[in-house]
């Protein structure tokens, strides 16, 4: 009867250590991000994390695959493209800490409808804060675990970083076709102009481009992304941002 109360006794003990060396890891590696996002605050990425899967992938057809991306500072971007991205991805961007419950408790009532109705479309009712979190240390795939370490990324963000710093990272990151990252090279690739350059309609199509931009690289004048960009120039005006 004492040595089976002994080694119930030392599996909750050994039950007991694992538990908390697991959350020592755990906490490591929320301090370690949070350390990095602290650097990313002052330093400027040469690549991102969904850049770096999207280059292996494209290497597995073509070993010489090549990704477009140059970074150019806030003030070299047009701001008709600063206020098209908001107005497309985030209206509240200036007001929210980082994530909007509200469109998230939207977007799963709304996917759930999709999964019955057995459709595809998904919303993710993320913000451009999270959308960035994603881009930087994240991967593509969809579960509830990396959704929760992309909320915890957020505010991470939210916490260290101001507006216009992360406007600026997004912009830089974020991928507007096939192999086309950041505004500069999206401006190039479809327009031959510099970031600064681009107008109220080439932002609101680029803006327009976002959420599909690998089908949108080789589909450039469909009607709904025709319909889309003037429904975003609409809204241009009646955002904020950083300045």
């Known amino acids: 009867m004492g040595s089976r109360r002994a080694r119930k006794t030392s599996r909750t003990k050994v039950a007991s250590v694992a538990i908390l060396i697991g959350l020592f890891l755990v906490l490591l590696y929320q301090f370690g991000l949070f350390v990095m996002v602290i650097w990313l605050s002052f330093n400027n990425p040469s690549s991102s994390s969904f850049m770096k899967t999207t280059l292996t992938e494209l290497r597995e057809t073509n070993p010489k695959a090549r990704l477009e991306y ?111 990252f950041g505004a500069q090279a999206a401006a190039q690739h479809y327009f031959h102009i510099n970031a600064s350059a681009l107008n109220s309609r080439q932002a609101a199509q680029l803006a327009a481009m976002l959420p599909n931009p690998d089908y949108y690289d080789h589909h450039r004048e469909t009607a709904y992304l025709q319909a889309r960009t003037g429904i975003i120039m609409k809204r241009m005006h009646q955002v904020e941002a950083p300045k």
Do not use: C
Request: net charge positive; proline share 1%.
């Open 70 to 180: 140059q970074w150019v500072p806030y003030d070299r971007i047009s701001a008709s493209l600063k206020h098209a991205v908001i107005a497309s991805e985030d209206s509240n961007f200036i007001d929210h800490d980082g994530v909007e419950w509200d469109a998230i408790r939207k977007a799963w009532r709304y996917n759930l409808r999709q999964e019955e109705l057995g459709r595809n479309k998904m919303r993710g009712g993320s913000t451009i804060t999270q959308q960035l979190a994603k881009n930087l240390f994240l991967s593509g795939s969809r579960t509830y675990l990396r959704k929760g370490q992309e909320l915890i990324l957020a505010y991470m963000i939210e916490a260290v970083m101001n507006k216009e710093r992360i406007l600026e990272l997004y912009l830089n990151l974020a991928q507007w076709g096939t192999n086309v």
